[in-house]
């Protein structure tokens, strides 16, 4: 109790930290579409792999989507304080939209396990949807290779441009990816996976009740979904007052991230095919991780300057 009274009070008086509330962007679902349209039509950015560019489009969907025809069980696993405890590992229901393709979980689940030809029994779609339902059942299920069960989905990439076999796509390159992304789509605030987290979380908090809230973001307590919630509060005020139908709509548009996009921003470099950088792909190789992280920091920070 001293030391939280010497942190809370003390420190907090003197001026020697800061109370400020971090802004906290967020991406509606428009927002989430928006960037995998933006990414399969208009992202001139050329990436080592051409599956990246896949893998980041799937990531987009389930973060947003976090959570007939075909549908995929997805195990939560590696979640705070439940890692191997299979009791606490909930299963979401991801379902097909044949209508929706380029935003279908189901469809970018099944290209990259056909690419990495993972499911028993079928190479193609032709022999996916060949494969005939069982006597007795609506449903086919579909098995996994057990040479694939430890395989992740999204791999990293190294930088001569060959996807790893068995390593996962790490927490630093999926970073810099988001970011560059938001950066060429036009965001003027920087894009994070906490960007549709905190969408997620709102949004799943109007429809479930609070057990299934804990169970499906992972908290212990619930305190700690007030972290997620938005400085700006998303209420009509104005025409509830005035006892008018509230513009909910509205009220999301200018709290979305999308109600600071700008087209005409400027790009990063290498953004566009019309202006390749020469890299030397010698000194690359030879530079740990740390420096190349560095170097794309200061890349993001003294060229990437918005007006």
């Known amino acids: 109790m001293a030391l939280s009274s010497f942190v809370k009070q003390d420190l907090i008086a003197e001026g020697k930290i800061s109370t400020k509330v971090r802004h906290k962007p967020v991406a509606l679902f428009e927002v989430a579409e928006d960037l995998v349209t933006f990414l399969w039509k208009a992202d001139e950015y050329e990436f080592l792999h051409s599956r990246i560019r896949l893998q980041l489009a799937f990531l987009i969907i389930i973060l947003a989507l976090a959570y007939s025809g075909y549908f995929l069980l997805v195990h939560l ?13 909930p299963q979401l229901l991801l ?9 279908c979980p189901v ?14 029994g079928c190479n193609s779609f032709t022999s996916l949807e060949a494969t005939p339902t069982p006597l007795g059942t609506d449903t086919c299920w579909f098995k996994i290779k057990s040479s694939m069960l430890d395989v992740p989905i999204l791999r990293s990439v190294d930088q001569k ?3 790893h076999q068995d390593q996962i796509w790490k927490f630093n390159s999926i970073s810099n990816m988001l970011i560059g992304l938001g950066q060429r ?6 894009l994070t996976a906490y960007c549709f987290r905190r969408v997620f979380s709102n949004t799943i908090d109007k429809a479930v009740s ?7 973001i992972g908290h212990c307590e619930d305190g700690t979904f007030q972290h997620y ?8 005020t104005q025409s509830l ?23 005409l921003a400027p790009m990063p470099p290498g953004s566009q095919l019309t202006k390749h950088q020469r890299v030397d792909i010698t000194q690359t190789l030879s530079m740990s991780p740390q420096k190349k992280d560095k170097i794309q920091r200061r890349l993001r920070k003294n060229v990437y300057l918005k007006k």
């Open 241 to 263: 007052a005035q006892g008018c139908t509230p513009n909910q709509a509205l009220i999301e548009e200018a709290t979305s991230m999308k109600a600071r996009r700008n087209l």
């Open 107 to 120: 469809a970018y689940f099944l290209v990259l396990a056909l690419a990495d030809q993972a499911i028993e």
């Open 161 to 163: 441009g060959v996807i």
């Open 95 to 103: 379902y097909e939209e044949p209508k929706r393709c380029f935003f």
């Open 229 to 236: 919630i938005s400085r700006i509060v998303g209420a009509d």
């Open 210 to 216: 609070q057990a299934q809230r804990r169970q499906l």
């Open 77 to 89: 696993w590696y979640r705070k304080r439940t890692c191997n405890l299979e009791k606490y590992a």
């Open 185 to 190: 789509a036009g965001y003027e605030e920087n």
